[in-house]
């Protein structure tokens, strides 16, 4: 059940970046790094293991990924521009510092 809710809760952190990173390009794409670390994080902390934050990053990789490539109707959520490529590259690596900070 932890397993469930830590993905979850990693998508819907990813769900919630993918929408704030193009708003005020600077301001978005900051506050959607800030708040995938402090998310991740807490999630170790809450549940103690670092194997959680792991799935918590799996499931907002997995969103993030999505995201940024193709739909039915051609549609992306995360364009190549600057904002789109800091969040996809730099937020993996803030995601991966996450996980392997102590819990």
Same mark, same amino acid.
């Given at each position: 059940m932890r397993a469930l809710v830590s993905l979850l809760f990693g998508a819907v952190v990813a769900l919630g970046a993918t929408l704030i990173h193009p708003t005020r390009p600077p301001i978005g794409v900051i506050l959607a790094l800030i708040g995938t670390y402090m998310c991740i994080r807490w999630v170790g902390r809450y549940f103690g293991k670092k194997r959680y934050k792991l799935i918590a990053?799996?499931?907002?990789? +997995?969103v993030i990924v999505r995201a940024g490539t193709f739909g039915v109707g051609k549609?992306?959520? +995360?364009?190549?521009?600057?904002?789109?490529?800091?969040l996809l590259f730099i937020g993996f690596i803030i995601g991966v510092i996450a996980v392997l900070q102590r819990a």
């Open positions: 990053l799996f499931g907002w990789f +997995i549609e992306l959520l +995360i364009l190549g521009d600057n904002s789109g490529t800091a």
